[in-house]
């Protein structure tokens, strides 16, 4: 019998979290305004503080991912599989 495990809601939300910060930080937008007034994040060209913005977003994110347990198979969702040798038989 072939059993698929769903994704948890908790693991959708962060997988779009992280997919979408590194489109957001990976947008060649940036190639559109090197022309414009530079604004200025922290006193850094806005590119670059941005960029440690999302960085900074990213890693609580991940970090939230970690705290969770983030794609690791749930005690209760575990297959109910004997315990048996590494051969596959049972010892005496």
């Known amino acids: 019998m072939t059993w698929q495990r ?3 809601r908790t693991a959708v939300i962060l997988w779009t979290c992280v997919i979408f910060g590194f489109a957001v930080m990976e947008f060649p937008g940036v190639l559109f305004f090197h022309d414009v007034a530079e604004p200025r994040i922290f006193g850094m060209p806005f590119i670059y503080g941005f ?10 994110v991940l970090f939230i991912g ?3 347990h983030w794609g690791r198979r749930r005690a209760d969702v575990d297959d109910a599989a004997p315990e048996s040798g590494a051969d596959g038989g049972e010892h005496a």
């Open 6 to 8: 769903r994704p948890t």
């Open 66 to 68: 970690y705290r969770t």
């Open 51 to 60: 960029t440690i913005i999302v960085w900074a977003l990213m890693c609580v």
